[in-house]
């Protein structure tokens, strides 16, 4: 994802290919308000299958269903909920 303000991710089935570090990843070109909500991300090569680092000043990630560990958050204020 790249570039990115105010954002909503719903209802999706994200699929890595075993190969890949992150499966949902920001690049940390998101910024403002990020809504990842009832989403399934798997096959993650590593612990975690999502990063969001960007300047992101609200963060809900919640009711998703993720392989491969916690979610990485490098910056902004987050709630949680899996």
Known sequence: M???????VIN???????????VFDDNGRIDGTVHILNNIIV????????SIGGIITNT?????????GLLMLSKGLMKESY
């Open 2 to 8: 790249q570039d990115a303000f105010n954002i909503s």
């Open 43 to 50: 096959r993650s090569n590593n612990n975690a299958s999502v």
């Open 12 to 22: 999706n089935l994200f699929v890595g290919s075993d190969d890949s570090d992150y």
């Open 60 to 68: 809900t990630f919640v009711n998703n269903i993720i392989e491969g």
